[in-house]
């Protein structure tokens, strides 16, 4: 299966909001409600910030939130700051069982 | 609170046979329902999932790399492992070792999110 779609980059202004797109197929994203959202900072381990395309693990901010429509799932960030600046990445749940992945989004709050 | 730490070489020959293993501690990697994952990331690229296996033995690959790739388990040592042969220059990568969510719907089984991640490893191959 391909990769999922995302843009290379995004940015935005302290305090603003953010959409970062994913777009996939009918196999992949369009086809189930398993898109999740990580969030990666230079030289760390990614961390999960959105399950089931809209769901927020404990802990992660509801300035994070996730939302799905057709083959294109989001994530927007709202209210950004500083520490939000980071590489994201999308990743669904595929036909024959495989997990196909997003290329990563670069963050960066102005 | 469930900790993955990676271990392993972190330089190995072209041809040769890369080799990590993943340590988990916090709770038994028999319990709940997970799967445990391999998903490795190139110096400044992307994420790429490399498979996947249940404690049951259960595995499942990457296409592109399911000639080459042998994920295994040792429940006793609460352990599982990756085995990677004929690497190349392109296998060099920062290797995760992740928790996914199994869940079992009507349909059939889905992996969910990761939940839980090691810090990663750099595997560089070099002659």
């Known amino acids: 299966q391909s990769a999922l779609t995302q843009p290379p980059s995004a940015s935005g202004s302290p305090g603003q909001s953010v959409t970062i797109s994913c777009t996939g197929t009918?196999?992949?994203?369009?086809?189930?409600?398993?898109v999740s959202w990580y969030q990666q900072h230079p030289g760390k381990a990614p961390k999960l910030m959105i399950y089931?395309?809209?769901k927020r693990p404990s802990g992660v901010p509801d300035r994070f939130s996730g939302s799905k429509s057709g083959n294109t799932a989001s994530l927007t960030v709202s209210g950004l700051q500083a520490e939000d600046e980071a590489d994201y990445y999308c990743?669904?749940?595929?036909?024959?069982?495989?997990?196909?992945f997003g290329g990563g989004t670069n963050l960066t709050v102005l | 609170q469930v900790q993955l730490q990676e271990s392993g070489p972190g330089l190995v020959k072209p041809s040769q046979t890369l080799s990590l293993t993943c340590t988990v501690s916090?709770?038994?990697?028999?319990?709940?329902?997970?799967?445990w994952s391999w998903i490795r990331q190139p110096a400044g690229k992307g994420l790429q999932w490399i498979g996947r296996?249940?404690?049951?033995?259960?595995?499942n690959y990457n296409p592109s790399l399911k000639s080459r790739v042998t994920i295994s388990v040792d429940t006793s040592k609460n352990q599982f492992s990756l085995k990677l042969s004929s690497v190349t220059a392109a296998d060099t990568a920062v290797y995760y070792c992740?928790?996914?969510?199994?869940?079992?719907?009507?349909?059939?089984?889905?992996?969910?999110?990761?939940?839980?991640w090691g810090q990663g490893t750099l595997v560089t191959v070099s002659s």
């Open positions: 992740a928790r996914g969510r199994q869940l079992i719907l009507w349909f059939g089984e889905i992996l969910g999110e990761f939940d839980y």
């Open positions: 916090g709770g038994s990697i028999s319990s709940g329902s997970y799967y």
């Open positions: 296996i249940y404690t049951s033995g259960s595995t």
């Open positions: 009918s196999s992949d994203v369009g086809g189930y409600n398993y």
């Open positions: 089931e395309v809209s």
């Open positions: 990743i669904s749940y595929g036909d024959s069982n495989n997990l196909v």
